[in-house]
C-alpha cells in the first residue's frame, strides 16, 4: 500500500472504464456514411517518427526499383495525421540516438540531421525536498554520441523528405476506424469534421473519407486508437499487458544556460510511484523539461503536472528557470511495458504495427524515437516486398516482425525486460532490483515479472495538495493547455467517452490525472471539457476513452 | 471568370510574439507560419466565383520567401488553379512597394477580380490592396463582408462604425475580403492530392525599400495591476474615465 | 510655410467627432515640423461642426464641397485628396483609422507614390521626419516606424488621440468642386442587423453569469450593449448555459482560447477557472461583483464591488452619453 494514501476508499478504475467501441471502429468495407472515396497503395496511420520513416524508406525503394528498370511504377503512398500540421502532436524529451536515420538518409551527415546539439556532458540526480545527491550515470542512461533534439522539428523535417519523394501528407485528418474485408485490414475511414456540440452536422461540416490500401500501417502513437482496437479484435494478446507513464513537459527560454542532459529521481514524487525528471538545453538558453510517472500509482490524488509544477521550485531547478519564461506545454502517455507487453505479432492481413503504437520503448534508456524510425523502415521493407509479389497476406507482411525480432529493437527490450516492472514495488526496491538485472545482464530475475493492466491497479485518495500557481515559475493547467496552442473549437462534441455514473472519488480521480483539466467534479457530477484536450491520452489508459476530434483540434506543438 | 487571390505567409502569433535579437523583427523561433486568415476568405470567395460562374481560373500570388510556396500550396488544396510566388527574402515594411510588385504582375492580365484579405494579421497594414487597385486603374471596395456579383456589376457591403454601407461597383475590380464574407472550405483530401501537381510558378524579384523604415519594435507597456475602481454605482463614472483614458477602449 | 492636411469626416452633413481627433494628432505633427494645419472637411454642402476645429489646432478650415461627397465616394474623395495634397506642398497628411479612413489613406498614397501607416497611435517629429507608432501582431508588439516620403501619410487610431484645445485661427474657407463620383458609388448606410454580432468576433463583450439571478434579467446586459451601438455582444458563463438561461452559442470559455475583446465586461461572474480560461487575452477586463473576494478580480483590471442591478444600468447611461 502506498504511504502516499491516507484513508479515503480504494476502487479499481477498470471498474470505470467503458470498453473500447469495437463496433464504431471496426467497420466492414463499403459501410455507408462517408463522402469521398480514395484508393492508395499505402496507407500510414501517423505522420511521426514511425509513419514518416516508412513513408520515407518505402518511398526511396520504389524509386529506386524503378531506376533500376523492373519496378513497380508509381505506388501512391498516403500519410493520414491527425495534427493541422506536421508535428503538432508530436512531443518526446528527447535525447535521441541517430541510428537509423543514418540508415535511412545514407547520403546525408549527422549535422544534416534536424538535431539540435550533441550530448557531452550529462548528469544524473537524486532529489530530496531541499537537496541534490548526485549519482553514477546508469549504463542504461549514457547518452554520449546521441543527440538533443525536438521531436516537433524532426517530424517536420521528415515530412519534407518524405514529399520531396512524392508522398502524399494529409495532415488534418484523423483516422477514427478500421475498414475491413473478412479479417483483412483493406483502409480506414477518417474523422468527420464541423460537427455541433450535439453531434449533428453544423456549418462547414465535411463528412468522413474512405481510405482504401493494399496495406495499412498503424503508426498511431502511444496508445493508438485503432491498433487497440485491432489487437482486440484479432484477439491478439502479449505475455504482460502495455503499461503507461504520463509525461508533462514544458519548454523555457532561461536566463541561466544549461550545459548537459540532466535526470533526475526522486522527490517530488512520492516513493509508491515510478518515474523521474529530465531537463535537456536544446540551446545554451532554450531548455525542455519535464516528469514522467507510470501510471500505476496508487495514491488517487497524484497529479503529474502539479507535481512538476513542485518540482521546478526546487533549488536545483529554480535556479535555472528563475527569471525565464514557460513558453510551451504539453503532455503524453509513453508505452513503458516493454519486451513482455509486446504484442504476439505486429503484423496481420492487409496492415502492420510501428513505433509506439507497437510499444517500441525502451525504459531504462529512455529512449523510443530510433526505435519507431527503425520500425517504420522495416515495415517499409516488408511492404515492398508484399507489393513485388502482390500479396499483402499476413503471411507476406509477417517478414516485418521477422526483421524486428532480428533487430536490436528487440534485443535490447529484451535486455531490459523487467527493468521497468522491477518497479512495481516503488523506487527503492525497485532500484537496487534494476541495479542487479544491469549488472547481470538481465538474466536475474530473468523470468517474466508479471503486472495488470494499469487500470486493475488499486487507488485511493492520498492528502489532497494545495498548489496555488505563482504565474511565474508554476503555472495552472489552463495555462499549460493555452501554452500547448490548442485551438480546438469550443463547440465540438464531446470525444471522450466516460461512464454513464461515476462517483465523486473516481471523478476526481480523473481530474488529477488528466494534466489539461478536461475533467472536474462539480454540483454533484462529472464534467466535461472536452476542447481541452491535448490529446495525451492518459484517461484512455485509466478512465474515460478516447476518440477522434474533427482535425486539427488539439495541440499545436512547435518545439516539444 | 479570371480571379486573382493575393495571399501572405504570416506568423500565426496566437500565443506568444517575442521581439528577436536586432529590436526591430519578430523573433521567428518556434513560431509556426500559415495562410493569413483574412486571405483564407479571399480564397474562398474566389473559389465560389468561379465556381458560381461555371468557367474561369482561380490563381493564387504571394510575395515572399521560399518557404511561401507552403502557403501558396495551401490554396491550391482549396481549389485554386495555379500559384505564383513573387520570391524575395526582404518584404518590405512599406505596402506601396509590395503593392507595386504585385501590381506588375497583375498588370494586363485580364483579370475580372483581385481579391485580397482586407489586411494581414503580421503587419496590421491594411492598405496593400486598395493600392494595387489604384495602380492599376480598377475599382475598389476594402473590407467586404457580403458580396453579390452579376451582369458585370457587383453589390458589396462594408461595416462602418454604426452601420452597413451598401457598394456598387462596376467588374473588373479589386475587393477585400473581411471576416463574415464566408466560411473557409478546408481541404478536401483530394484537393491535397490534387494540389501536389498543380503548377507554382517561382518568379525572383526586388522590391524597392520604400518610404518606411522601421527603427524599433518593442513589446507593448505591462499590463497595469488591476484595481477596485470602487462601491456601487457611484464608481461608474470613474470607471467610464479610466476605460476612456487610461485604458483607451471607449 | 509647410503645413499638415488633417482630413475629416462628415456624415449626414454633419462633423464627425473623431475629427477632432486628427486635428489634434495633425496639430501635434505641425508643431514638431514648424508647420500649419488645413483641415480638409468634404460635404455635399457646408457641414455641421466643422467651425469648431480651429479649437483643437487648425490654422484654416477648407470645406471642399461636391454632390459626389454626399455619402462616401472613395474614388471621388481619393482623386480631391490627392490632388489638393500635391498642389498645397504638405509634408503629411493625417486621417482617422475609421473603416472609410482606412479605405481612403492607401487610396491617396497610391496616386501620391506616398508611405502610409495605418491605425497609428502616437505621432512625433525628430529631426525633422515624421515618426510613428502602431500596434502589430494583434497589439502583442509595438512598430516605431519613420516615414521618407513627403508627404508621410498616417491615419490616426480612434480614440488614442484625445483631443486637446489648442486654439488657432481656423480661418474659413469653400472650394466648390465638380467632381464625378465615380464607379464604385455607396448606394445606402443600413443600420447594423441587431444581435447579429458573435460572441466570438464582437470588438465588445458583455457576460453575465449566476449573479443576474433570474433569466429576464439579462436584458440590463443587452440594454448596455445596444449602448455600445453595435459593437457588443452579450455572453455568458457555463452556470447560466447549463441552467439553460442562455444558449451555448453564447456561452464565454471553457478552452484556453476562445474570445479576445478588447473589452469585455464581466457582470455577476465569480470567475471559475474555465470562465477566466476563455477571456483572459481580452485587452481590457472589467468585473462587476457583490463579492469583493470572487477570482473575477483578480483578472480584472478595473473592478466596481456591488450591486449589478444598480450599477449596470448606470454604466448604460453613462456610455450612452458617451456615444450620444
Keep these: 500500500m502506498g504511504d502516499g494514501v491516507v484513508g479515503g476508499a480504494w476502487f479499481r478504475p477498470s471498474a470505470y472504464q467503458p470498453p473500447l467501441p469495437l463496433d464504431r471502429i471496426i467497420l466492414p468495407a463499403g459501410t455507408p456514411g462517408a463522402g469521398d472515396r480514395m484508393d492508395l497503395d499505402v496507407l500510414i496511420v501517423g505522420a511521426g517518427p514511425a509513419g514518416l520513416g516508412a513513408a520515407i524508406e518505402l518511398a526511396r525503394l520504389v524509386r529506386e526499383d524503378n531506376q533500376a528498370g523492373h519496378g513497380l511504377g508509381e505506388v501512391q503512398i498516403g500519410v493520414l495525421e491527425k495534427a493541422g500540421a506536421l508535428g503538432e502532436h508530436s512531443l518526446s524529451g528527447a535525447v535521441v540516438n541517430p541510428r537509423p536515420f543514418r540508415e535511412l538518409f545514407p547520403d546525408l551527415e549527422d549535422s544534416d540531421f534536424p538535431f539540435r546539439a550533441p550530448v557531452e556532458k550529462e548528469a544524473v540526480y537524486l532529489l530530496t525536498a531541499g537537496g541534490r545527491w548526485r549519482l553514477p550515470t546508469p549504463p542504461t542512461m549514457r547518452n554520449h554520441g546521441y543527440y538533443v533534439a525536438s521531436l516537433c522539428e524532426v517530424v517536420r523535417w521528415m515530412g519534407r523528405k518524405a514529399e520531396e519523394l512524392g508522398v502524399n501528407l494529409f495532415t488534418g485528418f484523423p483516422a477514427a476506424a478500421l475498414l475491413r474485408d473478412g479479417n483483412a485490414v483493406v483502409g480506414v475511414r477518417t474523422a468527420p469534421s464541423g460537427l455541433d456540440r450535439e453531434g449533428k452536422p453544423g456549418s462547414g461540416y465535411s463528412a468522413p473519407n474512405d ?7 498503424l503508426s498511431e ?24 507513464a504520463l509525461g508533462v513537459k514544458e519548454i523555457w527560454e532561461t536566463r541561466r544556460s544549461l550545459d548537459r542532459v540532466i535526470h533526475t529521481m526522486g522527490w517530488p514524487l512520492p516513493s509508491d510511484a515510478f518515474g523521474g525528471s529530465f531537463m535537456y538545453p536544446l540551446e545554451p538558453n532554450l531548455v525542455a523539461l519535464g516528469l514522467v ?106 517478414e516485418y516482425d521477422r526483421l524486428v525480432d532480428r533487430s536490436y529493437i528487440r534485443r ?95 471523478a476526481r480521480f480523473y481530474g488529477h490525472l488528466c494534466p489539461a483539466g478536461v475533467y472536474e467534479w462539480s454540483d454533484g457530477r462529472l464534467r466535461v471539457n472536452a476542447p481541452n484536450c491535448v490529446d ?8 474515460p476513452r478516447w476518440t477522434p476530434r474533427e482535425g486539427g483540434s488539439g495541440p499545436r506543438y512547435q518545439r516539444m | 471568370m479570371k480571379i486573382a487571390v493575393c495571399i501572405k505567409r504570416v506568423p500565426d502569433t496566437e500565443t506568444r510574439v517575442k521581439v528577436g535579437p536586432d529590436g526591430k523583427t519578430l523573433d521567428e523561433s518556434g513560431a509556426k507560419f500559415i495562410l493569413n486568415p483574412y486571405d483564407e476568405f479571399a480564397v474562398e470567395e474566389a473559389l465560389r466565383r468561379k465556381e458560381q460562374a461555371g468557367a474561369g481560373e482561380v490563381v493564387v500570388l504571394s510575395l515572399g520567401p521560399a518557404a511561401t510556396q507552403e502557403t501558396i500550396r495551401t490554396a491550391l488544396a482549396m481549389g485554386a488553379d495555379r500559384g505564383i510566388l513573387l520570391q524575395t527574402d526582404r518584404v518590405p515594411a512599406d505596402g506601396l512597394e509590395v503593392a507595386r510588385v504585385l501590381a506588375g504582375e497583375l498588370r494586363d492580365g485580364g483579370w475580372d477580380l483581385v481579391f485580397f484579405g482586407k489586411m494581414a494579421i503580421d503587419d496590421y497594414n491594411h492598405q496593400v490592396g486598395p493600392m494595387v487597385a489604384e495602380l492599376l486603374g480598377l475599382a475598389c471596395v476594402t473590407a467586404v463582408t457580403h458580396l453579390e456579383i452579376a451582369d458585370g456589376k457587383g453589390i458589396a457591403q462594408r461595416e462602418i462604425e454604426g452601420g452597413i454601407e451598401v457598394v456598387e461597383f462596376p467588374l473588373p475590380a479589386v475587393l477585400t475580403a473581411d471576416k463574415g464574407l464566408n466560411e473557409p472550405r478546408y481541404p478536401a483530401l483530394k484537393g491535397i492530392m490534387a494540389a501536389k501537381k498543380k503548377p507554382l510558378e517561382v518568379k525572383p524579384v526586388t522590391p524597392g525599400a520604400g518610404g518606411l523604415e522601421v527603427l524599433a519594435m518593442t513589446p ?28 483607451k477602449v471607449l | 510655410m509647410s503645413a499638415v492636411l488633417a482630413v475629416c469626416e462628415q456624415r449626414d452633413g454633419v462633423l464627425r467627432k473623431v475629427a477632432r481627433e486628427v486635428v489634434t494628432g495633425a496639430r501635434r505633427l505641425a508643431d514638431g515640423l514648424g508647420a500649419t494645419v488645413d483641415a480638409l472637411v468634404p460635404g455635399s454642402g457646408p457641414v455641421e461642426g466643422s467651425a469648431e476645429l480651429g479649437r483643437f489646432g487648425a490654422d484654416r478650415v477648407v470645406t471642399v464641397t461636391a454632390g459626389a461627397f454626399a455619402r462616401y465616394a472613395p474614388e471621388a474623395l481619393g482623386q480631391a485628396i490627392a490632388e489638393r495634397a500635391r498642389s498645397g506642398g504638405y509634408r503629411a497628411v493625417v486621417f482617422a483609422a475609421t473603416a472609410t479612413g482606412k479605405d481612403l489613406a492607401p487610396r491617396v498614397a497610391a496616386r501620391l507614390g506616398a508611405a502610409l501607416a495605418q491605425e497609428v497611435t502616437d505621432v512625433v517629429v525628430e529631426d525633422g521626419a515624421v515618426i510613428v507608432t502602431r500596434p502589430v501582431y494583434a497589439g502583442k508588439a509595438l512598430l516605431k516606424l519613420r516615414l521618407r516620403s513627403e ?48 460572441v466570438g468576433e464582437a470588438p465588445i463583450v458583455i457576460s453575465g453569469g449566476r449573479g443576474l439571478k433570474d433569466p429576464a434579467n439579462f436584458r440590463l446586459l443587452e440594454e448596455l450593449a445596444a449602448a455600445f451601438g453595435g459593437k457588443a455582444a452579450v455572453g455568458a458563463s457555463r452556470a447560466v448555459v ?62 466596481i464591488v456591488g450591486d449589478l442591478f444598480q450599477i449596470v444600468p448606470r454604466l448604460t447611461e453613462e456610455i450612452r452619453k458617451l456615444h450620444g
Design chain 1, 211 to 217: 481510405l482504401y490500401a493494399r496495406v495499412t500501417v
Design chain 1, 221 to 244: 502513437g502511444t496508445r493508438g486508437l485503432l491498433t487497440q482496437a485491432y489487437l482486440d479484435w484479432q484477439k491478439i494478446g502479449s505475455p504482460n499487458p502495455q503499461i503507461y
Design chain 1, 293 to 398: 510517472v507510470g501510471l500505476d500509482y496508487p495514491d488517487a490524488n497524484l497529479d503529474v503536472h502539479v507535481l512538476l509544477q513542485q518540482m521546478k521550485t526546487h533549488p536545483f531547478f529554480r535556479e535555472y528557470l528563475e527569471g525565464g519564461e514557460m513558453v510551451e506545454w504539453g503532455a503524453k502517455t509513453i508505452p513503458e511495458g516493454g519486451y513482455y507487453s509486446l504484442a504476439e505479432r505486429r503484423s496481420g492481413d492487409g496492415v502492420l504495427i510501428a513505433g509506439d503504437a507497437a510499444g517500441f520503448v525502451d525504459v531504462p534508456s529512455l529512449k523510443g524515437v530510433h526505435y519507431a524510425v527503425q520500425s517504420g523502415i522495416y515495415a517499409a521493407r516488408a511492404i515492398f516486398a508484399a507489393l513485388k509479389g502482390g500479396d499483402a497476406s499476413a503471411a507476406k507482411l509477417a
Design chain 1, 412 to 506: 535490447d527490450l529484451y535486455r531490459t525486460r523487467n527493468m521497468r516492472l522491477a518497479f512495481k514495488g516503488g523506487l527503492y526496491v525497485g532500484g537496487i532490483k534494476a541495479a542487479l538485472m544491469t549488472l547481470s545482464g538481465g538474466a536475474l530475475f530473468g523470468g517474466r515479472i508479471a503486472v495488470p493492466e494499469d487500470a486493475a491497479v488499486a487507488r485511493a485518495a492520498g492528502p489532497e495538495a494545495s498548489f496555488v500557481p505563482d504565474n511565474r515559475l508554476t503555472f495552472s493547467k489552463v495555462d499549460g493547455v493555452f501554452k500547448a496552442g490548442n485551438a480546438t473549437r469550443d463547440s465540438i462534441p464531446p470525444h471522450v467517452l466516460a461512464a454513464r455514473e461515476v462517483p465523486e472519488e473516481v
Design chain 1, 536 to 543: 495525451c491520452k492518459a484517461t484512455d489508459v485509466l478512465g
Design chain 2, 220 to 247: 507593448p507597456a505591462e499590463r497595469p495591476a488591476g484595481k477596485i475602481v470602487g462601491e456601487g454605482p457611484d464608481a461608474v463614472p470613474t470607471l467610464v474615465r479610466l476605460l476612456r483614458e487610461e485604458a
Design chain 3, 151 to 198: 508627404p508621410a501619410l498616417v491615419s490616426l487610431r480612434p480614440n488614442v488621440f484625445t483631443p486637446v484645445e489648442r486654439p488657432r485661427a481656423g480661418t474659413a474657407e469653400t472650394v466648390a468642386l465638380d467632381l464625378p463620383v465615380g464607379r464604385v458609388v455607396t448606394r445606402e448606410i443600413k443600420a447594423p442587423e441587431a444581435g447579429a454580432l458573435d
Design chain 3, 242 to 303: 447549463d441552467a439553460g438561461w442562455r444558449p451555448h452559442a453564447d456561452q464565454v470559455g471553457q478552452t484556453g482560447k476562445t474570445v479576445s475583446p478588447s473589452l469585455y465586461i464581466a457582470v455577476g461572474i465569480s470567475g471559475a477557472i474555465q470562465h477566466l480560461a476563455g477571456m483572459r487575452t481580452s485587452k481590457v477586463i472589467v468585473a462587476i461583483n457583490q463579492d469583493k473576494d470572487a477570482p473575477i478580480f483578480k483578472v480584472a483590471d478595473y473592478g
